[in-house]
C-alpha cells in the first residue's frame, strides 16, 4: 500500500472510533480509487474491514459498560438478516446503482452532521417525539415491547442498506438507538459499533463467493484502519467533536461529488 492508502486506512479507523460509524464511507472510495479494487470487491471488502474494527472498539467500549447488550442483540440479529439479503441483493444491481446510492448516503450523512439534532435520552416511561409520532420508551427493557419491535423493524431497513452499498450505518444507528431505545449517547456509540460488526460481517458472507477478495490487501488494510480506531477512542474525549463533525462532513461532500462524476455521471 502506498502512503495516501495508508493514512485512508487510519482514518477510517479514527473516524470508527470517534464516531460510532463512517469507516466504510471512508473504507470503500480508498479502496477503489487509491488501490484500484473492482466496485463489487471494494464493497465487499470494506464489510469485512469494519467488521474486524468495529468489534475490537466494541469490545473495548464493552469493557467500559458503554454497551447495551439487550438492545445489540435486538437490532443486531434483525440487522444482520436485512444485512445479509442485502448483499445478495447487491450482487445482481448494476454498479453505478450501488455507487449512486452510496453518494446519497455519504450526502445524508454529510447533512446529518452539518444540522445535528439534539438528542437526549429520554427517562424510562417518558413520551417522546419520534417521526411525527410518540412513543412510550420505557418498555425497552423487555425483549418483547413496542420499542424493541421498533428496534428491530429499523434494523432490518439499516441492514438492507448495509449490505446494498456497503456502509455501516452507524449515522443512522447511533440517533435511532438515542431516540427509540432512550440509551444515552455514549452508550448508544458502543452499542452501535457492536451492530455495525455483526452487520458488516454478514455483509461480507453475503458477497463470498460472489466476487473477489483480496485477502492479503484486505488484512493489511485492517491491520492499519485498527490502529487507526484506537487512537481515534483515545482522542474521543480530548477535540471538540462539533468542529471534527463539520469538516468530516465537506470531506464526505466533496468524495460523494468526486463518486458521482468520475463512477456515476
Known sequence: MDIFAILAGLATGMVLGLFGSGGSIIALPALMYLLHVEPKSAIAMSLGVVGVTATLSAIDHWRRGNVDVRVALVFGVFGVAGTFAGARLGLLTPVVIQLGLFALVMYAAAWRMLKPVKLVAPAAGEVVSVGGGTAALGG???????????IAVHGIGVGVLTGLVGVGGGFLIVPALVLLSGIPMKQAVGTSLAIVAAKSYAGFLGYMGGVPVDYALMGAFTAVTVIGSFVGTRLAGRISQ???????????VCVATYILIKSVI
Open 140 to 150: 425497552c427493557h423487555d425483549f418483547i415491547s413496542p420499542c424493541m419491535t421498533r
Open 242 to 252: 462539533a468542529g471534527l463533525k463539520r469538516a468530516f462532513a465537506w470531506f464526505l
